[in-house]
T-cell receptor
Framework: GQQLNQNPQSMFIQEGEDVSMNCTSS?????WLWYKQDPGEGPVLLIA?????ELTSNGRLTAQFGITRKDSFLNISASIPSDVGIYFC????????????FGQGTRLTINP | SAVISQKPSRDICQRGTSLTIQCQVD?????MFWYRQQPGQSLTLIAT?????????ESGFVIDKFPISRPNLTFSTLTVSNMSPEDSSIYLC???????????FGDGTRLSIL
């Protein structure tokens, strides 16, 4: 079945640093999504990408849909304490196949 | 923004019993889904809840263990049947508001089986 490889699995950074994480797949996806999950809550959508090559920003977050449709990355600039959490990428085939395939998650810890 | 409410938010159950989880969406949605998130793990799709027909289950999940109902376009239930400690997980409902819209998630139901 389809699998997403998300890296890194965990990050320990200083407040103010930039963060970069990525997802790769052996399969093509037509939609890439990035979610953040805080303890005790469900995943919250950060960015949705629908076109190969698309670069989209949401505040300090920037994500790109890879040209090959098999990868995506998420960058966070100037990290702040509330950025702590687990970040998940998810791929969706679309066009009637709406199921999401999730990456393993990147756990972000920030030292003040 | 999407409002997806799940009940209960958490429960502790005895093995061999069953629990029904409810998911209510604030407006009509085209698709609803149920996911499982085992401790420290990512999300895995259990099934797609189809309005007015039987749910579509993913490999490894069966209707007898996880019966699903979706009586209308805003509500769905997932039952975890004959529970064992291995069923201890977070169960999450998601909804998709349109064909090209992303999925939004409820806060999940944290289930522990003793």
């Amino acid at each position: 079945g389809q699998q997403l490889n998300q890296n890194p699995q965990s990050m320990f950074i200083q407040e103010g640093e930039d963060v970069s994480m990525n997802c790769t797949s052996s399969s093509i996806f037509n939609t890439w999504l990035w979610y953040k999950q805080d303890p005790g809550e469900g995943p919250v959508l950060l960015i949705a990408l629908y076109k190969a090559g698309e670069l989209t920003s949401n505040g300090r977050l920037t994500a790109q849909f890879g040209i090959t449709r098999k990868d995506s990355f998420l960058n966070i600039s100037a990290s702040i304490p509330s950025d702590v959490g687990i970040y998940f990428c998810a791929g969706q085939l679309g066009q009637g196949a709406q199921k999401l395939v999730f990456g393993q998650g990147t756990r972000l810890t920030i030292n003040p | 923004s999407a409002v997806i409410s799940q009940k209960p938010s958490r429960d502790i159950c005895q093995r061999g019993t069953s629990l029904t989880i409810q998911c209510q969406v604030d407006s009509q949605v085209t698709m609803m889904f149920w996911y499982r998130q085992q401790p420290g793990q990512s999300l895995t799709l259990i099934a797609t809840a189809n309005q007015g027909s039987e749910a579509t289950y993913e490999s490894g999940f069966v209707i007898d263990k996880f019966p699903i109902s979706r009586p209308n376009l805003t509500f769905s239930t997932l039952t975890v049947s004959n529970m064992s400690p291995e069923d201890s997980s977070i169960y999450l409902c998601s909804a998709q508001y349109g064909g090209n819209q992303p999925q939004h998630f409820g806060d999940g139901t944290r289930l522990s089986i003793l």
